[in-house]
């Protein structure tokens, strides 16, 4: 069983930076592709960033690309998603969640093959 908290959330004004973090405990996930989920009130959980298994492929949703960065560190059993130039479209709960397969290639978009997940992290940009 995988734990997964959350941090760094909070309040910034638009064009401001956040750095986002996951840590795991319970066992490590230096097997898997490791993602990056956020939903808006009244909307569907939708796909922000992922990383695979090796650290060596990234993948963003297109309204990210550019200004959100995704990385691994296996040492510490953690993932951090660092924000910059975020919009109030930006805002949401984001959730970091840890993928059902291992050794994936590559890393997956669909919420359904993401297994474990966090409680999420508040992230409200103001304009």
């Known amino acids: 069983q995988v734990q997964l908290v959350e941090s760094g959330g909070g309040l910034v004004q638009a064009g401001g930076s956040l750095r986002l973090t996951c840590t795991a405990s319970g066992r490590t996930f230096d097997s898997y592709a490791v993602g990056w989920f956020r939903q808006a009130p009244g909307k569907e959980r939708e796909f922000v960033a992922a990383v695979s298994w090796s650290g060596k492929r990234t993948y963003y949703t297109d309204s990210v690309k550019g200004r959100f960065t995704i990385s691994r560190d296996d040492g510490k059993n953690m993932v951090t998603l660092q924000m910059n130039i975020l919009k109030p479209e930006d805002t949401a709960v984001y959730y970091c969640?840890?993928?059902?397969?291992?050794?994936?290639?590559?890393?997956?978009?669909?919420?359904?093959?993401?297994?474990?997940w966090g409680q999420g992290t508040q992230v409200t940009v103001s304009s």
């Open positions: 969640n840890v993928d059902g397969s291992s050794f994936r290639s590559g890393a997956t978009m669909d919420a359904r093959d993401y297994v474990y």
